[in-house]
């Protein structure tokens, strides 16, 4: 069986790396890889990186001046030697069979990815991953898409997912792709849909392999800020690069923007600060998407809805949104 690589940034998590880490050595896919990315950790971090590497001869640790979780996977691209390439956050954590289902779906369909369902965890309600093969047998949904179809789930939030840790790609499908330094929301994002341009086929699994953990507040629950900005410009670059491809493919792009729109605007309205420029700002650029987002199939009801009041104006909007969420308690 051919080698994977799997990329973990590392950066002050000396109290999850080791479960991380364990998760991926008692990984049942034989020929792997474990590159440790060290992105300048200050807290005995690197450390402990070069004593997990003593322990086993697949785990290979790159130090290097702290730069960011972007060029920390860069680095770990440039140097891993797998023919596959997998991601995984210090963090999380994995099933032991999570690589070895996505290699063989990929092997089944002929697929440049494959992409798998995870489990979004919190840190202290954390399910713990099952002894050895044990449920590996049980059967699970796969679904194949075209180039077309990737695409669509991708950006439609839909079971392929932005992330790039619930994926297993082809080596040299990631040729010429990397995660840009400067973007620092929605990174994922950007750099699968670089991917994804050249995807021909794509298999979804699901089975829930991976575990997401959640720590501290989510960025719906702050505040708005500069972050919810970055994702909103984020979100324009994709949608811009979809339309000369017409289609479906530009139709899903301006409702990523169109969803991405609602989604700030709706942390503004929940948690302020209140900006009124900006909201003309995103209500001229939600204007002409409004019509073709309510024809796609994917947007869920109270996306619907949230359109529509946007439209109406942002004071019909903030009313209806704590209306909806006193309602719904």
Known sequence: ME????????????????????????QTYPELEILLVDDGSTDGTAALCDSLAAADSRIVVLHRANGGVS?????????????????ADADDYVEPDHLLRLYQAMQTHHSDVSICSYLTEQEDKCTPPREGNEGSVHPYREVCYDHDSAVCELLAGGAVGGYVWNKLYRRELLEGCGFESGVKILEDLLFNYGVF???KTAVFIDTKSYHYIQRGQSAMHRGFGEEHKAMVETARRIADRTASCGGEVAAAGQGLLATTILWVVDVMAEHGPY????VREYRAAFRPLRAGYLRLKRVPFSYRASAIFFSMGYGVYRVSVKLARKIMG
């Open 3 to 26: 080698r994977i690589s799997i990329i973990v940034p590392v950066y002050n998590c000396g109290a999850f790396l080791p479960r991380c880490v364990d998760s991926l050595r008692k």
């Open 275 to 278: 900006d009124a420029a900006l």
């Open 197 to 199: 341009e050249k995807v």
């Open 71 to 87: 060029s920390a996977r860069n680095a770990g691209l440039e140097a891993a030697r797998g023919a596959y390439i997998a991601f």
